[in-house]
């Protein structure tokens, strides 16, 4: 009963101040009053949900210091409402890996102790998590399930949004039947209660009848949408209402009436500062500019469009990164738990023995054959035991392996390569529409130059990485001096550090000779030669140098470029997506570092790097000398 009345008292107060908004310095003053540790608890995490949207980190902290208290009073309840909140504020500040763990851990808790309502808050967020990973299938599942909960506490706040969010789902899925079906009951269960939500499930209806080839409705529905908008004051679906009306106008034929339209999109998505409306009004902007034959401003825009999709790409993929992460924990804990409950066998089976021995001591009669049995039952149970560990580590070797290539390629194939061949792609468009001159097509050349060769290393590198990590690497080593591997690496380079004016210093010993794999050395060189390039300024110097080191042979490539602070060295080598762009604007992944190391590892040496801003930067490594 006592649980009963913490949990009443602390949603109370929670949804209290969400519903009617207290004044944040009201708040502070409040919990500089309240003597009652539930009191105090409730009023953090109404000022946690106040500041959610505008400060994360402050939401964080402020759900943080509710959940010290509520562990200090050993509630379960109070503990698992704090880490729902600190789940959603997590999930706000875009760490979706950290909002899933709390998320999972606060209905784990709110299950234990039946709290219904809890259960359906944490369903209800982790559909919104996987939403915001593009996992619709998960989405809508969570969604469902809390959906049901929502309907038997008569919720109609958050019945009516579950609806509306499945139909948002299917959307994006371009499911429109389906989208079609939950938002027409979404659509039924809007009330005067939750007129606030109104625009959202207008300004899904009107991209419905748009999919749906019904431009008259969807014309209609964005402007109802944008006087529901104005009546709760809602930007952000306004900003999605008007990029309608102008994508509707261009449809029409209504040139200047779509760009003053999708202007007004452009500048409200820049003060709500969402990057997903600042991309697609950008990209609606763009395409009214190329209707009106103003091709300055709709590669202008075309280019803003294709730098907030390359963020929001990369937004998506460290969410998957978070969701494969949380699976291959759960994993580990399973695989833990298997091995916990092997130890507890064996250690019943010990108990056994001894049993049966004390047995042995009484029955004098019967101690040979009682010692026989046990020692056969304990060989037979270490055998078991001895088989499952193996297979578990196996099993936990396999799947960390497979893991790590799989967000290695997703990663970089998604993030690196979609940006390229899209700006290629408008480039084209531009050229086949006779948008843009020839002095134009030349000035660009450059560019695209740059961003087809940083692709082809990437694709160089990431098939070089799929042969290592999927088949192995064979090894085949023999003696050969390290200047006849440089040398071929910038005769294959050169019109990269040509077109820089960069000189190549060599001061490798010409009687360097070590024993390693050719082929796996050429790889190596050539990305840290073609990494100093990247990074190097024009007119300047690349030195390449050797020194021995007991009985191996260091080498170490020297540039003058821009160099790198502590915290990008820290990044340097790990399978942590790092993007960069060179003195030319050149863009790097940090594949071709990753593949360094593993190369220069399995080769049996050392790899590191020494850098200051502005100063440039020195990679090194060593191999074994030629016996």
Not at 91 to 118: F, H, M, P
């Amino acid at each position: 009963m006592l649980k009963r009345i913490v949990c009443v008292i602390c949603w109370s107060l929670v949804l209290k101040g969400l519903a009617y908004p207290v004044n944040s310095d009201s708040l502070s003053a409040m919990l500089d009053t309240v003597t009652s540790d539930v009191s105090r608890i409730g009023t953090l995490l109404v000022m946690s949900d106040q500041s959610v949207y505008d400060d994360p980190n402050r939401a964080i902290d402020l759900a943080n210091q509710a959940l010290s208290i509520s562990n200090e009073l050993e509630n379960p309840t109070l503990i698992a409402i704090s880490q729902h909140r600190l789940g959603k504020a997590y999930g706000l500040k875009g760490d979706l890996l950290k909002s899933l763990l709390y998320i999972t851990e606060s209905l784990q808790v709110a299950e234990s102790i039946g709290d219904r309502k809890l259960m359906a808050h944490n369903l209800g967020d982790l559909g919104n998590v996987y939403w915001m990973a593009g996992d619709f299938i998960h989405a809508v599942d969570y969604y469902l399930r809390a959906l049901t909960f929502f309907e038997e506490q008569l919720d109609v706040d958050r019945t009516f949004a579950m609806y509306n969010n499945i139909g948002r789902v299917y959307l994006d899925g371009e499911e429109l039947d389906s989208a079609g079906k939950y938002l027409g009951i979404a659509t039924q269960k809007m009330d005067d209660e939750i007129v606030h939500l109104k625009p959202v499930l207008l300004d899904n209806l009107s991209e419905l009848a748009f999919k749906l080839n019904d431009y008259e409705a969807s014309y209609s529905l964005a402007q109802t949408c944008m006087e529901a908008c104005h009546e709760v004051d809602d930007s952000r679906t306004l900003a999605l209402a008007f990029r309608r009306l102008a994508e509707i106008e261009l449809i029409r034929g209504n040139q200047e009436e779509a760009l003053k339209l999708a202007k007004t999109a452009y500048d409200l998505s820049v003060d709500v500062d969402a990057f997903k409306f600042i991309f697609k009004s950008a990209k609606t902007l763009s395409n009214v500019y190329f209707a009106v034959s103003d091709t300055e401003n709709a590669y202008k825009f075309l280019q803003v469009a294709l730098s907030y999709e390359d963020s929001l790409q990369s937004a998506v993929i460290k969410s998957q990164l978070a969701i494969h992460n949380l699976k291959k924990h759960q994993v580990e804990v399973e695989l833990l738990t298997q091995k916990n409950e092997l130890t507890q066998e064996r250690a019943r089976n010990q108990q056994d023995i001894i049993i049966a021995l004390i047995i042995a001591m009484i029955l004098f009669l019967v101690l040979i054959y009682v010692v026989y049995l046990g020692r056969r039952q304990k060989i037979r149970a270490n055998k078991v035991l001895v088989d499952k560990n193996l297979m578990i580590e196996k099993q936990s070797e396999q799947l960390q392996q497979l893991n790590d290539f799989k967000n290695k390629v997703f990663a970089i194939v998604s993030h690196d390569m979609r940006s390229p061949m899209q700006s290629l792609f408008g480039v084209v468009d531009l050229i086949s529409r006779d948008l843009i001159t020839e002095a134009e097509i030349k000035a660009l050349l450059p560019d695209i130059k740059s961003k087809m060769h940083n692709m082809k290393s990437l694709v160089e590198n990431l098939l070089q990485w799929a042969r290592s990590s999927m088949d192995g690497e064979t090894i085949m080593k023999s003696d050969f001096k390290v200047n006849e591997v440089l040398n071929e690496v910038l005769e294959s380079s050169r019109h990269l550090y040509s077109e820089k004016g960069i000189q190549i210093v060599d001061h490798l010993a010409p009687d360097a000779v070590i024993n390693s794999d050719r082929r796996l050395l050429s790889i190596v060189i050539r990305n840290l030669i073609i990494n100093a390039i990247k990074f190097s300024n024009e007119q300047s110097q690349i030195v390449v140098s050797s020194h021995d080191k007991d009985d191996q042979i260091g080498i170490s490539i020297k540039d003058q470029g821009v160099g790198m602070d502590e915290e990008q060295l820290s990044k340097l080598f790990t399978h942590e997506m790092v993007n960069s762009l060179g003195t030319f604007g050149e863009r790097g992944s940090g594949l071709g570092l990753i593949l360094c190391h593993d190369f220069v590892h399995k080769l049996g040496g050392e790899i590191w790097a020494e850098s200051e801003p502005g100063k440039g930067s020195t990679f090194s490594f060593s191999l074994p000398k030629a016996s």
